[in-house]
Structure formats: C-alpha cells, structure tokens
C-alpha cells in the first residue's frame, strides 16, 4: 500500500497500472495525437513500411501454399496415396472390403503400377508410368477422377473401352481416340531371364489434370490386361485415401493385428524427399522476404536516434521529476509495439483480401495495361500489341494463380512484424539511457 496525494492508500498494483497508462498517453500524443512533428512523420513511415512488408509476405507466402498445395493434392491423389498397402496374399479382395470398412478409410483402390516405354503414330515414343486399375475401382475413388478433371463415369468408360492418357501424352505420341497405343516392357524372371512383353490398346479416353507431369506421364489401364501377361510387371498394391490425411498415423497403427497386411508405407514417408524439399524452399522463400522487415527495422532505429535525440529536454525533465529510466524506456518500447501492431493490423487487413484475389487482380491489371497498350497502338505510338498474360498459355502450363491462406503463416508473419521494431527502438534507447539529465538541461 502506498498513500496518495490525499492521504489516503491505494494498492501498489492499481498505481502501476495509473503509471503505465501515464507512459502510454505519453507515447500515443508523441506518435498519434500530437502535433505533427518529425517523430510522427517517421512513426507513419514505419507503420507504413512493416504493413508493405507483411503483404508481400502475406501474397508471396499464400501463392507458394497455392501452388504447393494444388500439386501435393493431385500427387496424393494420383501417385502417392494416403498409405500404400502391399498384401501377402494374390487375392486381396476380402482385405480390401474390410480396409473400405474402416470409418478412417474413403476409398481403396488396389492397382498395379511400372514405367513403360510408350510407342504412339509414326514411331514417337515417351516413358510413362502405368496404372493398372478395374474400371469399378477407378470409378468409386472420387478423388482420383476429381484431380483428371473428369467425371466418374468418363473414367469408368474410358478405362472399359481400352486406356486412358494425358493430353500430354497424346500430344507427344500423336495419339487420338479409337488409335491403338503399345506399350512395352520387361519383367526378370529367376528362372528364364529378362523378358519382354507388349500391350496394345486403343485409346479410350483423354485427362487433362493442369500438372504437365500427371498430363505426360500417366497411363491408366484395365486391370483386366495385366491378366493377360505370364508375368505381372509389379506386385499389386493397395492405394488406401483417408478421409483425414492427418491421421494416417492411428490409421497404420489400427492395422497392427489386421492378417494379410504386408509392408505399409504413409505419404509422409513415400514423399519424404519431395516434401522435404518444399519445407527448405518455404523456409528460404520465407527469410528472404523477411528481409524487408530487417531493412524497415534498421530505418526505424536510426530514426529513433534522432527523435530521442530531439527529445532529450522532455527526456530530462521526466527523469528530473523522478520518472525512472525503466519508465522512460517503456515509453520508447510501447511506440515500438504500437508500430509494429499498427503495422500488423494494416498489413493483415490488406494482404489477406489481396493474397485471395491475387488472380484477379492482376488480371484486372493485365487489362489496364492492355487497353493502354493498345490505345498507344492505335494512335500510332506502339508498334505492336505484345501478349500481357501474366501466365501465357503458349509458354506456362497453368491457367490462374491459386492462393492459400493459412492462419499459422499470418501468425509467423505479424509476430517477427512487432518484435522487429521494438528490438530496434530498444536498441536506439539504449544508446540515450545513461545521459545525465542535469546535464542535458545544462546545456539546454
């Protein structure tokens, strides 16, 4: 308890509190309401700077997610799958209707899997890789048909009628529906050697998943023409989709006591490599762009070097009348927070509607710049009206910018945006605190 003016008590705990609020009226009439001064000139610049910072950050983080995302999904659903089932034994039917009824599981879709050498019109030839599926089974995995961009009966249908291709695939072979495709191969056997063999089947149906790696490099077959071989080119696996991709882990440890189960391999592990190097290409991305909160830290030390600087006669008198230093720095500290919030807050609050619309927004920017163009074109000042497009579609194989937004990278972001600028105001405080305020009013 302490007494105050009056000689009465209050608790120690509500003087603080009247004091901190003291400081931070203090440093909102320096930097906000106060006259406009060369303090809250550089207070504004930073405030502006860390918000330019946070939605290049926001944008440039959101449209690497996208794209990340897009392809993991297609991979996923595609390739890779959840988990990766090899059964012991040759008939893992009964296996896969009880996997289909575990209430984790969305789909199973046993299939077989190599890479062949493609032989389309006039002798073109590709490497690609085969999938051998039944037309029932391709048609139930819903995913699997979302990301070729077709429906489940196109994929159904194409795959009953012979074998399905990227548009990729066509294109480099110059291959169309109804035309026979071969695909060859070979299998070692222990007892006979190397052996060949040879598939030939019309074209059923094309895909066009947007990833020129699925669109060149994917064939699907029936399974019914892996029969046909002596030799299977592959063991059969089963491709196992949860309905929750996080929990792929108590997925795998259900199937502890389940018979039949042989090696199991989750998309974690089957990606690792893939998945490792997205993360360091984020993180390296991510320490880049942060450099623009280095070089907006820097710019607001040196600018509050000389606003303390400027400063140091009110500095003196609060020291005079016994303010502590601790105070005093707690001024400085709290316009550090403030510029970093306000900062965060503005940012924040424009980057995100940006970094979701980005394609949009440039497409209308696009635009503005064609009709520029072509208004100069017309007037006789351009030559020429040049293709704009951000992602031409004779160069890019992509038709838009996908964006994602995710609540921990807003986080990451706004948190190193506030502690910047208050490392940097402390930084430039500490360089005053030892001042003798006698001396400043001295000379003063």
């Known amino acids: 308890m302490a007494a105050n003016e009056h000689g009465t008590f209050e608790p120690l705990q509500t003087?603080?509190?009247a004091g901190f609020m003291a400081l931070f009226r203090i440093a909102i009439r320096w930097t906000i309401t106060g006259r406009k001064t060369s303090h809250r000139t550089s207070f504004l610049f930073s405030v502006i700077g860390i918000a330019a910072g946070i939605v290049a950050l926001i944008v440039v983080m959101s449209v690497m997610n996208g794209f990340q995302r897009q392809y993991i999904d297609s991979l996923l659903e595609t390739s890779s799958f959840h988990v990766r089932i090899m059964p012991e034994s040759s008939d893992p039917s009964i296996l896969a209707q009880s996997l289909r009824e575990n209430s984790l599981v969305r789909s199973v879709t046993p299939f077989i899997e190599t890479n062949l050498l493609?032989?389309?019109?006039?002798g073109r030839q590709n490497v690609v890789r085969a999938m051998w599926i039944s037309p029932q089974d391709l048609g139930a995995d819903k995913g699997f048909c979302n990301a070729l961009h077709i429906s489940e009966r196109a994929a159904e249908d194409g795959i009953r009628q012979g074998?399905?291709?990227?548009?990729?695939?066509a294109r480099l072979l110059g291959m169309y529906n109804g035309q026979n495709l071969v695909l060859r191969g070979a299998v070692v056997n222990p007892d006979e050697g190397v052996q060949q063999y040879e598939i030939a089947l019309p074209v059923g149906g094309l895909f066009k998943s947007g990833y020129y790696e699925i669109d060149a490099g994917l064939v699907i077959l029936p399974m019914a023409s892996a029969s046909k071989l002596k030799t299977l080119p592959a063991s059969l696996v089963l491709g196992i989709k949860l309905k929750n991709p996080e929990k792929v882990d108590q997925f795998i440890a259900s199937l502890a006591h389940t018979p039949g189960i042989g090696r199991t391999e989750s998309w974690r592990d089957y990606n690792r490599s893939f998945f490792s190097a997205l993360r360091t290409e984020k993180?390296?991305?991510f320490i880049l762009v942060s450099i623009i909160f280095a070089v907006v830290a820097i710019n607001i030390h040196y600018a509050m070097r000389r606003n303390i600087a400027r400063k140091s006669r009110e500095l003196a008198i609060l020291a005079a009348i016994g303010t502590d230093r601790r105070s005093i720095g707690s001024i400085f500290m709290l316009?550090?927070?403030?510029?970093?919030?306000?900062?965060?807050?503005?940012?924040?609050?424009i980057g995100i509607p940006l970094a979701k619309n980005i394609d949009h927004v440039i497409n209308f920017a696009v635009g503005i710049a064609e009709a520029v163009v072509s208004f100069l074109y017309r007037v006789g000042i351009a030559k020429s009206v040049p293709d704009l497009s951000l992602f031409s579609p004779t160069i890019f194989y992509i038709e838009s910018i996908p964006s994602r937004v995710y609540a921990s990278d807003i986080g990451f972001i706004a948190f190193f945006a506030i502690l910047f600028p208050a490392l940097a105001v402390y930084a430039a405080y500490r360089r005053f605190r030892n001042a003798s305020p006698l001396e400043v009013l001295r000379s003063e």
Request: proline residues 0%; without cysteine.
């Open 335 to 349: 316009e550090g927070l403030m510029a970093g919030i306000l900062g965060a807050l503005g940012g924040i609050g």
């Open 163 to 169: 074998i399905m291709i990227g548009t990729e695939t």
């Open 283 to 285: 993180v390296v991305m």
């Open 15 to 17: 003087r603080k509190r």
């Open 118 to 122: 493609a032989e389309g019109a006039e």
